[in-house]
């Protein structure tokens, strides 16, 4: 597997919404699913999504992926997002990587609980989530990276504990591997900050940003502010709110705020190659 350290990309198709929850309609979901069941179906639509100017495929280490990268002669750099967080995870106040093992704390442990076993983790908090990575990544298959995207549980749990040092260790390795390496994140004005306050630059950060302030705590204009004046760049998620606005709104308002770069879900995507394409165009490439 290949590894091009590079800027970070401007514009990615996202599939994580094939696995995990998205901001949309059961229906919507539904037919989206039902779309890309086949390996063939999701294979053509990321080339397609190539030729439109994307730089790669935002995703997860799942098996529906796997099965359409190997469709592929052609390469298709993945922007992967590690561990594979099952949505029930975050349900729970202990993620279970950092759970102990059966017959011990459970579900009924409180938060603070969480928080101070993480605390006490130390360095090997980020060594547990590297071989979990690590673990997972190959079952991908990909012969190409765009990067690694720590999952927000994860990001935010540790943001939760001021775990500097797991950051620290988290970009370092994430670089030596995937050439890239950042943080998906339900906090983005909190990771910013500390991430400032610590002196530490990921190559990215991921998360919610569109004209609604839809998954954008504390509140629209934090949000804004802080991307303003960010010195990581950020790529936007989330662009349609929900589908609220439209894609092509969405995606300007992402990038005249300050956004680096943009991930419309394949959700929110009707025809792949045409609405890349426009977005593509739209930002002078």
Excluded: Q
Aim: net charge neutral; glycine share 10%; charged share 20%.
């Amino acid at each position: 597997m290949s590894r091009v350290a590079r800027e970070a990309p401007r514009l990615l198709l996202g599939a994580t919404s094939l696995e995990l929850p998205a901001r949309t309609t059961r229906d919507r979901a539904l037919e989206v699913a039902g779309r890309f069941r086949e390996p063939e179906s999701l294979a053509v639509t990321m080339i397609k999504a190539l030729d439109a100017g994307a730089e790669g495929v935002y995703a997860v280490p799942s098996s529906r992926m796997r099965a359409a990268l190997r469709e592929l002669r052609r390469p298709v750099p993945v922007l992967v997002r590690l561990p594979l967080t099952p949505a029930a995870d975050d349900l729970h106040y202990e993620h279970a990587l950092l759970a102990g093992p059966p017959g011990g704390e459970n579900g009924g442990a409180t938060l603070n609980a969480g928080l101070s076993r993480l605390g006490s983790l130390s360095g090997d908090l980020a060594a547990r989530i590297i071989a979990r990575c690590d673990g997972e990544a190959p079952a991908l298959g990909a012969r190409a990276w765009a990067g690694v995207a720590f999952a927000a549980p994860l990001t935010d749990l540790a943001l939760a504990a001021g775990h500097a040092r797991a950051f620290e260790r988290l970009v370092r390795h994430g670089r030596s591997r995937y050439g890239l390496a950042g943080f998906e994140t339900h906090n983005l004005v909190t990771l910013l900050a500390r991430l400032r306050e610590w002196g530490i630059a990921p190559d990215f950060v991921i998360a919610a940003f569109n004209p609604r302030g839809v998954g954008m705590p504390p509140d629209y204009d934090a949000v804004l502010e802080a991307v303003r004046a960010a010195a990581v760049p950020v790529i936007a998620t989330e662009l349609r709110a929900g589908g609220i606005v439209s894609l092509a709104e969405g995606a300007a308002f992402a990038r005249e705020h300050g956004a680096h770069g943009i991930v419309p879900e394949l959700v929110d995507l009707e025809d792949v190659a045409s609405e890349l394409a426009a977005l593509t165009s739209a930002a002078g490439r």
